[in-house]
């Protein structure tokens, strides 16, 4: 059974930073896409950035995001740096069913909140 549990949001000022983690258990993260999703409320769920090999991010978030994993550790991370009220919002990790890159994201983690205050 996949588990995925996010940890570090909170409430930051605009232009502070904040760390996510995604701990994973019965899943070898590094063999697998690990993605981080948002939802704003009243908004759909939006795509921020994954890594199989290379991180990949979505234009709102290129240059002040950065995507990591830690193979050690089976964590991956979302360092988050210059903050927007903008980017407050519920964030989950997943990860995708085949290995390295094939499949859909199938295992979502609970979410954690990130609020950003003006």
């Known amino acids: 059974q996949v588990q995925l549990v996010e940890s570090g949001g909170g409430l930051v000022q605009a232009g502070g930073s904040l760390r996510l983690s995604c701990a994973a258990s019965?899943?070898?993260?590094?063999?697998?896409?690990t993605g981080w999703f948002r939802q704003a409320p009243g908004k759909e769920r939006e795509f921020v950035a994954a890594?199989?090999?290379?991180?990949t991010y979505a234009d709102s978030v290129k240059g002040r995001f950065t995507i990591s994993r830690d193979n050690a550790k089976n964590t991956v991370y979302l360092q988050m740096n210059s903050l927007k009220p903008e980017d407050t919002a519920v964030y989950y990790c997943?990860?995708?069913?085949?290995?390295?890159?094939?499949?859909?994201?199938?295992?979502w983690g609970q979410g954690t909140q990130v609020t950003v205050s003006s």
């Open positions: 997943a990860v995708k069913d085949q290995l390295l890159g094939g499949g859909e994201y199938t295992y």
């Open positions: 890594i199989t090999f290379t991180p």
């Open positions: 019965g899943r070898i993260l590094s063999l697998y896409t």
